[in-house]
């Protein structure tokens, strides 16, 4: 296959804060999704050189709406705790692509995993309807 | 004057979920100002006898954006809490007007008061830049 | 198998705030784990006969914290979206459940799956320690 | 008076994510509040040496709840925005303390200005219960 291989990872710093957590003091797990997020834009504006508005002009798209994901909790994160979450994209297809996310505590434990099937998403130049689009090889390529 | 006096109180129930709370156990206090946004959008409801997307567009208007808004604190609300906001239009100026919420607990205690100042808006139809907009006599009397 | 199935199904009507929604207009889709953490609440509650406080209380548990969950999401919701969220455990374990969660639009179309696996967690005797222990027959009959 | 001016400033950058944006596709005005919740624990966290769940340790403290809070909202914030806070404590009473955050847009634009009364308290050592406690001088000292 000539599609290239997704090496990006991109890593960011997270400080837990108190309307994070919930009366058990732990990281409310919504939240964490909100934070994985954020981490994917971080990741395509890491891998396309601009922010979110920009690329998704450049490219003609809406944006990449979620249409599966997941966590799995391994350890809970608390108030005041300063972790780092690790993203990169681990597959392409035509038109949808996996996200994983690992999420790490200060001592390097696994705290949580998220995984994120997202789609590339245009108007229809015709119709006017939102539908998926083939994502682009210059796109793609900016991962490997 | 010959503005009626606003006088409609609309009341909803909330119940206090898990995720609103922080790990002293009660709500954490932003989430109080999402509650009274959404018990602003339902008196609107309720005073305009349509929802919010409705009678912004039958009234012409892009929304009633925040300018000034406060929150006392008198009692905490803790998860598991069935507490009730009732809400009202203290006062109409030309464009702006107040809103104040008084969340009450199972007890009848006044748990927070809250206070926002909101603005007519709409856009200008010659210049199409966001504006204050006078607010018509129609939305301030069917609040009397 | 003696463990009699879980048939309680649980439902609970949403209405989408606008805070609930991110610049498409669309829910922001943490919003729906929140909701749905939520409807878990509201179905131990109805299966129990009492709120999570004092059922924790009763069975001597700490709580039934999420060890993986996911959410597969087929039509949107915007703004004032009158929801409705059917919820029920689909099986039960030695001390784990699995929740399965459907979120339909006023229409009836299925607009979000939330599946969720959580764990009957209290505190050791002995050593203190936070860990699972075994649900209780008492707890499975209630939803049968 | 000799208690000493409150002067220490603390700045820290916040990036605008698109979960905290709302349908108008500007920021959902209570996020804001948990902003400034953040960024007043960063600010004590600078002036007493070490995060909240230390210094309220060792000053035998629960915690600085809210007891008034506002905000006002001058220019609005979208997503991708890189936004600054400065914050810092205006006036310090003998168990009350006000602390004023100033939200500034990358061209240094007042866009939010915050407000909060927060309370010092403990727990009374011989009643149990939870009540305001003098600001001991070496908490006041560290922010002059």
Known sequence: MDTPEPRLV????VTIEWGDCDPAGIVFYPRFFAMFDASTAAL???ALGMPKIA???HFGVLGIPMVDTRARFHVPSAYGDEV???SR???FRRSSFDVVH???KQDGTLGVEG???RVWTARDAETGRIRSAPIPAEVIAAFA
Chains 1, 2, 3, 4 share one sequence.
């Open 44 to 46: 395509f504006q890491a």
């Open 89 to 91: 994209v681990t597959a």
């Open 84 to 86: 780092t979450i690790e």
């Open 55 to 57: 690329w998704a002009k």
């Open 102 to 104: 690992r999420l790490l």
């Open 10 to 13: 991109h890593t960011r710093a």
């Open 115 to 117: 995984f994120e099937t």
